[in-house]
């Protein structure tokens, strides 16, 4: 199916989609401040910035947009017709980043938790998964 945006169009909209405050980061920053713990946000001097990071249980999580870190579920499984060899490249990308960032981590005894853009839709499972993380 072609696009139905214009070049113009679509380079406006890409230019919008926000890397840090996304929605599902937002739900799980609630959440997790509902429970009671409190976090640091985007910390640079860890590898990939993660989104909220437990200084003294050494501990960090991710947020990933299903479509922009490859997610194996309906969204992010969606391929691009338009520029589709950019996009792929792309996508391939910041997933062999993200494992990349989660090894160095793991080398500097940090323990991480991805949780993906799909998984928020869900909040009792997502509370469940947050405690056993955390506690």
């Known amino acids: 199916m ?18 840090k405050n996304t929605s ?12 009671g713990f409190r976090y640091r946000l985007h910390v640079d001097t860890l590898p990939g910035k993660p989104d909220l990071v ?7 999580i991710f947020v990933h947009g299903c479509f922009w870190h490859l997610h194996s579920c309906k969204y992010g499984s969606v391929k691009p017709t338009t520029n ?10 910041n ?15 940090w323990q991480v938790l991805c949780i993906w853009e ?3 839709k869900n909040e009792s499972e997502l ?9």
């Open 127 to 135: 509370k469940s998964r947050l405690i056993e993380y955390l506690e």
């Open 84 to 93: 589709a060899d950019f996009w792929k490249a792309k996508r391939e990308d």
């Open 118 to 120: 799909c998984e928020t």
């Open 54 to 60: 437990f200084p003294r249980m050494k501990k960090v």
């Open 2 to 19: 072609a696009d139905v945006l214009t070049s113009e169009q679509r380079h406006r909209c890409m230019s919008h989609i926000r890397n």
């Open 24 to 35: 599902p980061e937002l739900k799980v920053r609630k959440m997790v401040h509902s429970m």
């Open 95 to 109: 997933k062999e980043r993200d494992s990349r960032n989660r090894e160095k981590l793991f080398q500097k005894g």
